[in-house]
């Protein structure tokens, strides 16, 4: 089952990230500062949401989403990890699909996940575009030199994504 | 003179950069966020920057740089201004070489910046473009729909970003 991630669940959290072997420790060390936030709530963390699975009092998963400041309802996901004993079972679909019901519910717009461009993670970029993302963008060399960033977005609003069918873009940017 | 940003200054900032309208209330309220959190240092902004030009006592400009969590000496330049009555005079270009060579200094390797891509922005783009920064990625519809994020990087270490004349990205993302 899905539900709200508790302190409590703080370790198993960085414990199951870690064991994926898709995190590096720096990546590790600030999961641990997100979450820690995100519990203290002393930072301006309002409207993140983090949720784990739960199968019989173990923690198998868990997403972490977030609106993106001074966006309109474009929101990032900006962690999801399966754990490692469980994977390729279905589990990081259903995260997936509950975080996109979740930002749709909550009115968002947009759903923008961002991961390296590398061998490694060729796994973590089909899992996107299998599930309807759209290879939007690449930042070359932006983790670090041969490490770039390959970002997926999806509409969650029921508006299309295909650039064949939108109109020009209208430059309603507020201008005072 | 550039100098470091003082807590005083704030005001000034925040009517300085509303009144370029290059930025939206929303981007200005997020801002005064940004500029507390800075001088409270009541939140993980270790390492970032905060410079403001001065001239004959009055702040005519000012710029925002930090690291970036998680990637090997990426740095985002957050924001830049000048005052409306102060623009094309080349103000803006000293402020961002200055951010260039801060960087540089402290041992940064990427400079990022995000704009809009929206006809609005044209000004700021061509300003990038023009002081070597690479127009590196597009992101469709992130700010609002018709008005997506463009993308500019420029190394500042030294090292070619030109594609042609790189090795093939190397996996070398820790893994474990």
Same mark, same amino acid.
């Given at each position: 089952m899905i539900r709200p991630a508790t302190e409590a669940d703080t370790p198993a959290?960085?414990?199951l990230s870690s064991d994926t072997g898709f995190f590096k420790p720096l990546e590790i060390e600030a999961l641990a500062g997100v979450l820690n936030d995100y519990f203290a709530s002393n930072r301006d963390d309002y409207g993140h949401r983090c949720f784990v699975w739960e199968d019989a009092g173990t923690v198998l998963g868990f997403v972490y989403h977030a609106p993106e400041?001074?966006?309109?309802?474009?929101? +990032?996901?900006?962690?999801?990890?399966?754990?490692?004993?469980?994977?390729?079972?279905g589990?990081?679909?259903?995260?997936?699909?509950?975080?996109?019901n979740d930002v749709r519910e909550l009115d968002g717009r947009?759903?923008?996940?961002?991961?390296?461009?590398?061998?490694? +993670?060729?796994?973590?970029?089909?899992? +996107?575009l299998k599930r309807g993302f759209t290879a939007a963008a690449n930042l070359t060399d932006f983790y670090a030199d041969g490490d770039g960033m390959a970002v997926f977005t999806k509409r969650v609003d029921g508006?299309?994504?295909d650039r064949g069918q939108r109109t020009e873009p209208q430059n309603h940017r507020s201008q005072g």
């Open positions: 959290l960085l414990a400041e001074m966006t309109d309802r474009t929101w +990032y996901l900006w962690w999801i990890a399966v754990a490692a004993d469980r994977q390729g079972r589990l990081g679909g259903k995260l997936l699909a509950f975080v996109e947009l759903l923008v996940v961002e991961t390296s461009d590398t061998a490694h +993670y060729e796994p973590t970029r089909r899992f +996107y508006a299309t994504e």
